[in-house]
């Protein structure tokens, strides 16, 4: 998928925000058929258009290709455009003046407002596609290697017809693999073929692989010769990257290996929601949470809560809480429960199933621990075991823990009593970690409420 630029993004901003500015005056033509518009209705699309410029970009309406793929482009708005209409009426609902307003004038809003944001992604995404197809690029890649063949292979499936490869040269000594399109010669020839009519190049890529230190200075000497745009492809295939993206530090130019889009005022947003949930879920709880304190208490000796070292972000070890739902003299090993674990007490067996003994991690969430969202914490002595079997396992710990995550919304929640089902939940962790938005926070929420407590996993 082609990616959007901050820039690119912003233009769609403002074009939406006035989507919702014209579809708010033009439904208050449609249902009252006068242009005079109260102060009341104007106020009411002032605050659409703020709840726009804040809503969208937080729930991801901008990932991921705008103009390229129209119908995609207008689902993702479509969530943070319901989230606006649905903060509107939470507004007048809270200010007693959902009277004030025509429903009818609501819905034309609404309805106009979509069909807006629809026509302008179509027409900058019909003039985007001429524009590609007189601006189509013709390339010849420098280099015959594996890496220049999956360039090449990766440019047909990333770019379609915006781009066609040309031909490759090659490098001094170097062995040409199975090539997609003709080896037109080596680097001595590249003057000749850039004077070719007949091949049109228009760009040139240089995809040499580690091209050795002795002949560097010819490969440089050879491409200054063209005044085509010319571009490196540097090769980290070696590196087990989770998201990596160019840095500039220092006037340095560098790669961060293991980013993530939990960065800057994303990880503010959540980090607050996380907050404002947790609190919100510990008042509307608190009489079950006493409820289960009292039975933990006259089932079995011991303390309520059960605190435990585990891994959190970057590494971190804290105490997660959790009611404790084993015999407080065995419930200090750090060994995963089994379905069938002898250490389980009876409060415990039913609080386990339920997952009601995860609700004290809320706590966690407020002391900023853990986050609702993330991938699970597991104790230390666990981590340690599989981070010398499974390669990357404690890059999920780039990101907060969670009390719920991708993995266990999928079936990868409790006991992971082999290999495989471990390397399923890491892959999955490492999805989130990677695709990371706040509507997709809110999607695992959902299914958490409403599915994954109580799953087939959970004992």
Not at 82 to 92: E, K, P, R, T, W
Not at 296 to 323: A, E, N
Not at 393 to 407: C, E, N, S
Request: aromatic letters at 8%.
């Amino acid at each position: 998928m082609i990616e959007t630029s901050k820039s690119a993004a912003h233009y769609a901003l403002l074009s939406d925000g006035s989507a919702v500015l014209i579809a708010g005056w033009l439904a208050w033509w449609l249902r009252f058929a006068r242009p005079d518009m109260p102060e009341s209705y104007l106020v009411a699309v002032v605050l659409g258009v703020l709840l726009t410029l804040v809503l969208l970009p937080v729930l991801g309406a901008y990932r991921g290709s705008i103009w390229a793929e129209p119908l995609g482009g207008l689902l993702r708005v479509l969530p943070g455009l319901m989230a606006v209409f649905m903060g509107l009426v939470l507004l007048a609902a809270m200010t007693k003046t959902t009277g004030d307003f025509s429903r009818l004038w609501t819905g034309y809003w609404f309805g106009l407002a979509l069909a807006l944001m629809a026509a302008w992604r179509a027409c900058f995404g019909l003039c985007l596609g001429r524009r590609r197809e007189r601006q189509r690029s013709r390339i010849l890649i420098v280099g015959c290697g594996e890496l220049a063949v999956d360039t090449a292979a990766r440019l047909v499936e990333m770019t379609g017809r915006a781009r066609t490869v040309v031909g490759f040269v090659s490098l001094d000594n170097e062995t040409a693999e199975t090539l997609p399109a003709p080896l037109l010669g080596q680097l001595v020839d590249l003057e000749a073929l850039l004077a070719d009519p007949l091949l049109g190049i228009n760009e040139i890529w240089l995809a040499g692989g580690d091209i050795p230190v002795g002949q560097r200075e010819r490969v440089i000497d050879e491409l200054q010769l063209a005044s085509l745009p010319v571009r490196y492809v540097p090769d980290l295939t070696l590196l087990n990257l989770i998201s990596h993206q160019p840095r500039r530090i220092a006037g340095l130019t560098v790669i961060e290996l293991n980013g993530t889009p939990l960065d800057g005022p994303d990880a503010w947003v959540k980090a607050a929601l996380d907050r404002v949930l947790a609190a919100l879920l510990l008042i509307a709880l608190s009489p079950l949470l006493l409820m289960v304190a009292m039975l933990i208490r006259l089932d079995s000796p011991g303390p309520v809560l059960f605190r435990q070292p585990r891994h959190g972000s970057d590494g971190k070890v804290f105490d997660v809480l959790k009611f404790r739902s084993m015999c407080h003299s065995s419930q200090t090993s750090g060994f995963q429960a089994t379905r069938a674990d002898a250490r389980v007490t009876r409060v415990g067996r039913i609080i386990r199933r339920t997952s009601i003994d995860e609700l004290p991690q809320l706590i966690n969430v407020l002391r900023g621990d853990m986050s609702l969202v993330g991938p699970r914490p597991h104790p230390v002595a666990l981590n340690q075991e599989y981070a010398r079997r499974i390669e990357s396992f404690m890059q999920r710990h780039r990101v907060k823990p969670g009390i719920t995550g991708w993995a266990q919304v999928n079936g990868y929640r409790g006991e992971t009593d082999t290999l495989e089902k471990m390397q399923k939940r890491l892959e999955h962790d490492l999805f989130y970690i990677e695709h990371w938005t706040l509507w997709l926070d809110l999607k695992i929420l959902f299914r958490t409420a409403f599915h994954g407590w109580c799953g087939e996993n959970a004992y």
